[in-house]
């Protein structure tokens, strides 16, 4: 065989393939022929030809010209393949278009990453509820669970951020809802929404309160109690 003919088909480049595609081809609804057909469109558009016939196609593969007439028309069908139109030299062409296919595979992507949101949303309320539940010693009744679920459905509140209003109510020796609720109220008012806002809310509140400090005639030392703000007070 000679040496420069096999150089040639190494110079002839390849054909890149989004590994998303490579992965998800089944789960977009096609079968590893209505793929390879695809590829070579892909292939034969990279390489100057837009619209190759089913018999350039199947050449390639190991279905003869009418198969493969059978399965470019079930992928325009199915919304996998169009055919577009285009000006060449001043005469309107015909060409195959992969757009349909790329937007099946970026649906198929929004609603993956949708599921997995709904899935660590689902996680996060879980483990909210046992946090809460640790915290309070005892199961949340029915009126805290419903409240619970007002403060993430309709007051629109994380729950890492209802978790951290818990942590302040657990600080300050207020362990209740209503305690809690108005904590989540005055951060939503001053616009908190991750946990550092939540901690530098709490200490801006808390550098405004003076220390209490009294003397121990036992000991004779000086001890400092340190505040914690009284959400219910604002």
């Known amino acids: 065989m000679d040496r420069e003919r096999v150089v040639e088909w190494l110079e002839g480049g390849s054909v890149s393939i989004p590994k998303v595609l490579l992965k998800h081809y089944a789960d977009i609804g096609l079968n590893e022929i209505e793929f390879l057909t695809l590829l070579h469109i892909h292939e034969s558009i990279g390489s100057g030809n837009p619209f190759p016939t089913p018999i350039e196609i199947s050449n390639r593969m190991s279905i003869d010209g009418t198969a493969c007439s059978e399965v470019l028309r079930s992928l325009m069908k199915r919304g996998f393949l169009a055919i577009e139109q285009q000006d060449v030299s001043m005469m309107i062409c015909e060409k195959y278009s992969l757009r349909p296919l ?133």
């Open 102 to 234: 790329w937007q099946k595979l970026a649906s198929l992507m929004f609603e993956t990453v949708h599921e997995e949101e709904e899935q660590e949303r689902e996680r996060s309320e879980t483990d909210l509820y046992t946090m809460f539940e640790k915290e309070f010693g005892r199961p949340l009744s029915p009126f805290e669970c419903e409240t619970l679920s007002m403060w993430i459905d309709q007051d629109d509140h994380e729950p890492v951020i209802i978790k951290a209003a818990l942590r302040e109510a657990v600080m300050s020796g207020k362990l209740n809802f209503r305690y809690i609720d108005r904590i989540l109220f005055e951060w939503k008012k001053n616009g908190v929404k991750t946990i550092e806002q939540a901690r530098n809310q709490s200490r801006k509140f808390r550098q405004h309160q003076q220390p209490k400090q009294g003397v121990s005639s036992n000991e004779g030392t000086r001890k400092t109690t340190i505040p914690f703000f009284n959400w219910l007070e604002q």
